[in-house]
């Protein structure tokens, strides 16, 4: 019998066979009614429960199972409900709930962004005009009791901390932050004071901000909520969940007023494992070792873990830790069941959620044996492990390349300003140039051709030919609307990401490795396990396709290293930056075809670099340089007369800037339309020596923008980008848009470029 005890955090939402998903959007759709809506869902709930349960944790979490996203639950349940949905019903109604999340005629969704590094996106909270704060209802009472009447389970519930709940809400200015968080104690108190009544002995409380940045000015106040929410309640255990990284303060974090404090010793390392040895740790508390890495899709290694868990043994007592994941289950797939498609060595190496909750009972039961001084030998299931990532190490893909090679000098190019007078007279383009970012509306009857092209139902001829007829219609058309800058359309692809993985080495692809990406949507990320390699043009044939059909410029389109490696699972056993730079290496190859093959316009896309930049500031000048020199090196040693451009979105711009100037690229296109004012402030106060494009409208929104509102966009632009420097683009891809708005927002942007044209005659 283990005395080291075990802890799920969080599990994934989306059931094996996404049922989740698919309730979800039957109820939308109206196929479903509610009633039978919310029978389906408490199956589902209590399904998953006992599914945790017979894992043989012994913290099973509740409250953190949704009907879209936890962030939001919050915000329901603390009546922080934004004005425009009010009039549709209660707090805790079904239509609130999901008109927050989704938006309805006359009242936009609330914001959603990325949660910290991850790929997962949460509701963002407005605060702004909402001063009333009160717990409308509580939903972690109703899960609590829900699973121990449904199964006779004592749960941990599950609550996103005040801490982190208000750092992630916008509308808080920073001199009312410390009066917001106090504002938010009583709610919190009366959340927990409810639990304790029906029962409840343990709450876990999640503050994932404590591993970003935290002021210092922050830590007496996290003193003052969390003494506060503890002495409401001295009979109702804290557990104070950190993950993402290691806590900022451990000293004082360490000593809060809580019972147990959970520390990341995946993301967090070496610095949770230093703060413990140095700092010690309180007699009594309890100590959240998260050793199973909850974002990685693979087997932990027993022999790391358990070495880990032995130095950590020398400062707290094993019987004062629980063995856990690093973080929610959430970010990884249900089960490697039914994974069976592909390499077998691939297959072989991967746990997901389930199997990281049987990695965490036979860690422990370990773990008892060294308590009670028996030999230490690894139970059947670890000693898989072992096997299955001694054969990942040695698979043939992982020994391809050198992984030597990140100083080898990355080829330098003429100084920007030679580069743009050879461009000018190369592609002899009017001033305040059209394009937009590369792919075009993705219609139904294309998707459904790759479908069935991918099934064998169709063949190689039939679906290239619809691909090229719609490129050419495409060429056509931007060709009539005026636009300078053609692109062929991308409608070869999926995704930005799964497509160039399909076609480099290196990748494997799940047959159902699905995670939930925000609300009902779930991706299923490639997977890098070996070395990414070359394997002969990708892009090459629909480039020269569209370029066959017109005198205008078109060009080629990449997804860059950055954006490969963040919206994809990859391999430990190297860092992020090698694998970038294999992915750079690759992409060059191309990058030097398409020139080659005299296209003189290539665009690296990379959407996601400032995505995954660290969480702490201090670690950002690291992490820009190597990604920065990814991104050079796949399009090194190109000539400087052929146009390299690069296109980002979702990132504010004025954190980057210094990283985006290193990048030298000929020409960027940036999204603007959530921070455009912000975007202007920053080029004035530094401004950018090459080209740059300013989204000049908001390719999410299906409303057609007039041409007025894009030609005041290029007129605020041209105060901070001179007229011979500035483009004209749409703020992102097209694909998810119609037709006919495509059309008609394309013509008014093109209109617009030739008006501003004219006013600077
Ligand atoms: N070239 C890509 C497209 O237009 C870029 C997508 C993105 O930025 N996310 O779809
Ligand atoms: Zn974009």
Redesign the pocket.
């Known amino acids: 019998m283990s005395i080291v005890s075990t802890a799920a955090l969080g599990y994934p939402r989306i059931g094996e066979n996404r049922e989740w998903k698919k309730l979800l959007e039957a109820y939308w759709s109206g196929k479903k009614d509610q009633s039978s809506f919310q029978t389906e869902m408490r199956d589902l709930r209590i399904r998953r429960l006992s599914r945790i349960q017979q894992s043989g944790v012994n913290f099973v979490p509740s409250g953190d199972f949704t009907l879209y996203d936890s962030m939001l639950d919050h915000i329901a349940a603390f009546s922080l409900v934004p004005e425009r949905f009010k009039d549709l019903g209660t707090p805790d109604s079904l239509a609130v709930y999901f008109a927050m999340a989704r938006g309805i005629e006359g009242a936009p969704a609330c914001e959603m962004t990325k949660w910290f590094d991850t790929n997962y996106h949460y509701l963002v909270p407005e605060l702004a005009h909402s001063p009333e704060l009160k717990l409308a209802f509580n939903p972690w009472l109703t899960a609590y009791t829900e699973a121990k009447e449904a199964l006779g389970l004592q749960t941990r519930p599950v609550l996103i901390g005040p801490y982190t709940f208000l750092r992630l809400a916008k509308g808080v200015a920073a001199n009312e932050f410390a009066y917001r968080v106090r504002k938010l104690i009583p709610v919190y108190s009366q959340v927990l004071q409810q639990l304790a009544e029906a029962g409840a002995e343990w709450v876990q409380i999640d503050e994932p901000s404590l591993v970003t940045d935290v002021p210092d000015a922050h830590l007496p106040l996290l003193i003052e909520v969390y003494s506060a929410l503890k002495s409401a309640h001295p009979q109702l255990k804290l557990q104070l969940q950190t993950y993402f990284g290691s806590v900022q303060h451990p000293k004082v974090i360490f000593e809060l007023p809580v019972d147990g404090i959970g520390l990341d010793f995946v993301r967090g390392q070496p610095d949770n494992l230093q703060a413990i040895e140095q700092y010690g740790w309180v007699k009594g508390k309890i100590l959240g070792a998260g050793i199973v890495d909850g974002r990685s899709i693979w087997r932990v290694n027993p022999d790391q873990a358990l070495a880990l868990i032995e130095q950590l043994a020398r400062v707290v007592p094993l019987e004062q830790c629980i063995i856990q994941p690093s973080c929610s289950l959430l970010h990884s797939p249900v089960t490697v069941k039914g994974e069976s498609s592909g390499d077998a060595i691939v297959n072989g190496a991967f746990a997901f959620a389930d199997e990281k909750l049987e990695e965490l009972v036979s860690i422990a039961d370990t773990c008892a044996l060294l308590l009670s001084d028996s030999s230490p030998v690894l139970p059947p299931r670890l000693e898989t492990n072992r096997l299955a990532l001694a054969a990942l190490r040695g698979h043939p893909a992982r020994q391809r390349a050198s992984n030597q090679a990140l100083s080898d000098t990355i080829e330098t190019r003429a100084p920007f300003s030679n580069r743009h007078a050879l461009q000018r007279s190369r592609f002899q383009l009017p001033l305040l140039p059209t394009t937009?970012?590369?792919?075009l509306p993705q219609t139904a009857d294309i998707r459904k051709a790759r479908l069935d092209w991918r099934r064998g139902t169709i063949d190689d001829l039939a679906y290239r030919s619809l691909l090229n007829e719609r490129t050419a219609l495409w060429i056509k058309r931007q060709e009539e609307i005026g636009i300078d800058v053609l692109?062929h359309g991308?409608f070869e692809?999926t995704d930005?990401v799964e497509h160039f993985a399909h076609l480099l080495d290196g990748y494997h692809f799940t047959s159902n490795g699905w995670v939930q990406s925000y609300g009902s949507r779930c991706v299923k990320p490639p997977i890098i396990f070996g070395d990414v390699m070359d394997r002969g043009a990708m892009t090459l044939e629909d480039t020269l396709y569209a370029q066959s059909l017109t005198n205008r410029p078109v060009k080629g389109?990449l997804?860059g290293p950055i954006t490969m490696l963040a919206w994809s699972f990859y391999r430990d056993d190297i860092s992020k930056e090698q694998i970038a730079d294999q992915i750079a290496r690759a992409l060059n190859a191309e990058v030097l075809r398409l020139e080659a093959a005299g296209i003189g316009m290539i665009?690296v896309?990379e959407?996601a670099l400032r995505e995954i930049a660290p969480l702490k500031r201090n670690d950002w000048p690291e992490y820009l340089e190597w990604s920065v020199n990814a991104f050079r090196r796949s399009v090194a040693g190109v000539r400087n007369d052929t146009q390299i451009h690069t296109?980002?979105?979702y990132c504010d711009y004025h954190e980057i800037i210094d990283a985006v100037e290193a990048m030298d690229a000929d020409v960027i296109s940036l999204?603007t339309s959530r921070s455009h004012g912000a975007l202007i402030q920053a080029l004035h106060h530094q401004p950018y020596a090459n080209g740059i494009g300013l989204g000049v409208y908001d390719i999410h929104s299906p409303v057609v923008p007039d041409t007025n509102t894009m030609l005041e966009v290029i007129r605020d632009s041209l105060a901070v980008v001179p007229s011979d420097r500035l483009w004209v683009n749409p703020d992102?891809?097209?694909?998810t848009r119609g037709e006919p708005e495509t059309l008609a927002a394309l013509e008014r942007m093109t209109e617009a470029a030739r008006l501003a044209r004219r006013e600077l005659q």
């Open positions: 937009t970012i590369g792919s692109v991308e692809r930005m389109m997804t665009q896309d959407p296109h980002m979105c999204e992102c891809g097209l694909k």
